[in-house]
């Protein structure tokens, strides 16, 4: 059983600037066994693997641009990226 995003992604698990970081804030791959943070996209591909290309596009159809871009831009908050989780159900 999958989980969604908006389930998994917390404030205290959420990262600006990699997909996936380890407990020393070090960013590494959302695979590694060692990542604890993820980005909105380093999530989208732990809870959905085979589908997260296909959310990325979601994601950036929804945002009218790069996902990437929006998620780590300066003063980006988790409660924006939670609400996009929330709106999407994903």
């Keep these: 059983m999958k989980i969604k995003i ?3 992604l917390t404030e205290s698990n959420w990262t600006k600037g990699q ?4 407990e020393h804030n070090i960013g590494c791959s959302w695979e590694d066994e060692k ?3 993820f980005c909105l996209l380093g ?5 959905y693997t085979n589908e997260a290309e296909m959310l990325h ?3 950036e159809r929804e945002l009218r ?4 871009i929006w998620q780590d831009a300066p003063g980006r908050t988790f409660a924006e990226v ?9």
Aim: hydrophobic share 55%.
């Design 6 to 8: 908006k389930d998994f």
């Design 19 to 22: 997909f996936a970081r380890d």
């Design 35 to 37: 990542a604890v943070k």
């Design 43 to 47: 999530a989208a591909h732990k809870c």
């Design 57 to 59: 596009f979601m994601l």
């Design 65 to 68: 641009g790069d996902a990437i």
């Design 82 to 90: 939670k609400a996009l989780i929330e709106k999407l159900d994903i």
